[in-house]
Each structure stands twice: as C-alpha cells, then as structure tokens.
C-alpha cells in the first residue's frame, strides 16, 4: 500500500495521558498536514510541516499540541495531558511538492478521550 | 470565522438525477478551488479542482462551476449513483506555494435507489 499511512487507527487514553499519532506519507512525499475533524464539523487545518521544518502551525493549541516531521520517519503529532475536548478524528495528508493542492490523505485516527 | 461555507448539511437525490452541492467562501484571495469525497471510517478523497482562471471543469460525471464574483462554486454530479452517498467537503487554497487547505465543513449526499 502506497498510500498515506495512519496508526492506531483508534487510540484510547485517560485524561491527563500522552497521545502520540503517528503518518508515513506517500512514498516521496515531503510535505505533511494534518487536519483534526470534530463530530459533526469539518476538517480543521492544524499544521503543515516540511522534512524537519514546521511551516505554519497557525491551527494548532498554543499548549499541549505540537508535530514533527523528522528527516527520518514518520510524522508524529503529539497531545500531552489529553483532555475529553481532545477526542477527535484526525486526519494526515501529504503532498509532493509546494503549491500542490491535491492531498493525499490518510484514514485517520479516532482518539477517545475518557 | 469560517471562510469556507457549506450551508446545506444534507441532501437527498434520487438515482439518475442531479445533485448539486454549494459551496460559499469569504476570502478573495483563494486560487484554487477542490472537492473532496469522504466515506465512513475512511480519509478524504480527492475528486476533483477548478483554478481561479477557469469558470467550468469537468470530469466524467462531476462538473464543478465557480462563480468568482458571487465567491460561489458548486459541485453537480450527473446522473447520480448510490455509490455516491458519502460527505463531500469543499476547499479552497490560496496563492502562495505555503498556503494551506481550507475546508468548508461538508455535506452528507444521499442517493435513493
């Protein structure tokens, strides 16, 4: 499978825990977004990343969200101390190139939150 | 302060007619325009964009129109399919190489047998 590729696909955390989200992106891929989809809402852009660089986080939490995309491996999203308002799908997509609007998507994690 | 709008959360169509799905946005400097198809359980999937340039692009049986002035584009799909139920989601992006995806936040299509 050639695709993006999500895990877990469901995450199950107490309040107060870490999440860690991990996405390996297409093949080639060096561009990373990833978008958080509340229940009943649309995608909400959180950040995009470059190999080893953050290029606009401008949807990310101030506090306790933060994302890498490290010259090797996959691009991780991290949640520390998990609350219920957390408990979402989350969604990473790539891309190969700058300016390329067509992303690939992942299928997500559903993270519960209890 | 949402920039990309989808008013209709839902619509039901009966197989072999037309859907047409709205979408609205705000900012002007939006380039380009995409659809996306989302079924259950799974990711986004692209179907199918329109630049700025271009008032009308076509793909098979989805044709997406934009109406710069009215900051208005729709997505109509001919003749409809059950297959075609899922949640369509409208997005724009601007014309920068780093400006990011916005979505709008879908609507559920349903297609009645």
């Known amino acids: 499978n050639a695709g993006v590729m999500q895990n877990p696909r469901h995450l199950v955390r107490r309040r107060g825990q870490e999440a860690r989200l991990r996405c390996s992106p297409v093949?080639?891929?060096?561009?990373v977004y990833w978008y958080r989809q509340l229940p009943e809402e649309g995608l909400k852009f959180m950040v995009y990343l470059q190999k080893e660089n953050i290029i606009d986080e401008s949807g990310m939490p101030k506090e306790r969200f933060s994302a890498e995309f490290p010259k090797e491996g996959p691009s991780i999203l991290r949640i520390q101390q998990v609350v219920r308002g957390d408990s979402a799908a989350y969604f990473c997509?790539?891309?190969?190139?700058?300016?390329?609007?067509?992303?690939?998507f992942g299928s997500g994690t559903q993270l519960s939150v209890l | 302060d949402q920039q990309v709008k989808q008013n209709s959360p839902s619509l039901s169509v009966q197989e072999g007619r037309i859907s047409i799905l709205n979408c609205d946005y705000t900012n002007s400097m939006f380039d380009y325009f995409l659809w996306y198809k989302k079924y259950p359980a799974e990711g986004p999937t692209f179907l199918i964009s329109?630049?700025?340039?271009?008032d009308k692009n076509e793909d098979g049986r989805f044709t997406v129109f934009l109406n710069k002035s009215a900051k208005h584009l729709s997505l109509h799909i001919v003749p409809s399919q059950p297959g075609d139920s899922a949640v369509y989601f409208c997005a724009a992006s601007g014309k920068t190489s780093y400006d990011k995806v916005i979505f709008g936040p879908g609507t559920s299509l349903s297609v009645i047998p």
């Open positions: 997509a790539s891309s190969p190139m700058r300016g390329t609007e067509k992303l690939f």
């Open positions: 093949k080639g891929h060096s561009h």
């Open positions: 329109i630049s700025s340039i271009k």
